[in-house]
Nanobody, 126 residues
Framework: QAQLVESGGGSVQAGGSLRLSCAASGYMYSTYCMAWFRQAPGKEREGVAAIRSDGMTSYADSVQGRFTISQDNAKNTLYLQMNSLKPEDTAMYYC????????????????????WGQGTQVTVSS
């Protein structure tokens, strides 16, 4: 059973950058998937970026080229580097994880993950 804790959120002007971190603890699986989701008020939770234990990644079209997902396996930490931030990126960002692998098309689907962090707020002003 994994525990996930996000950090690094904050308020930034459009065009700025933030780096989110997700610290994982508990049982560690050799095969896994981890992802970042976000949810704005009145909108459904959407997948932003995901990574599999084999290194394959998937990004939402809206963040492609601006966001980068990475992991430090030795530190059990997931990162999301967010550059060129836009006001529409404003949302609560959640870290998600689960054991096993997933097909690439399902990596940004919320139903693929059973473990979730508490979220960290990102606010981008124009």
């Amino acid at each position: 059973q994994a525990q996930l804790v996000e950090s690094g959120g904050g308020s930034v002007q459009a065009g700025g950058s933030l780096r989110l971190s997700c610290a994982a603890s508990g049982y560690m699986y050799s095969t896994y998937c981890m992802a970042w989701f976000r949810q704005a008020p009145g909108k459904e939770r959407e997948g932003v970026a995901a990574i599999r234990s084999d290194g394959m990644t998937s990004y939402a079209d809206s963040v492609q080229g601006r966001f980068t997902i990475s992991q430090d396996n030795a530190k059990n930490t997931l990162y999301l580097q967010m550059n060129s931030l836009k006001p529409e990126d404003t949302a609560m960002y959640y870290c998600a994880a689960d054991k096993g692998t997933r097909l690439l098309w399902s990596l940004l689907k919320a139903y693929s993950y059973n473990y979730w962090g508490q979220g960290t707020q990102v606010t981008v002003s124009s």
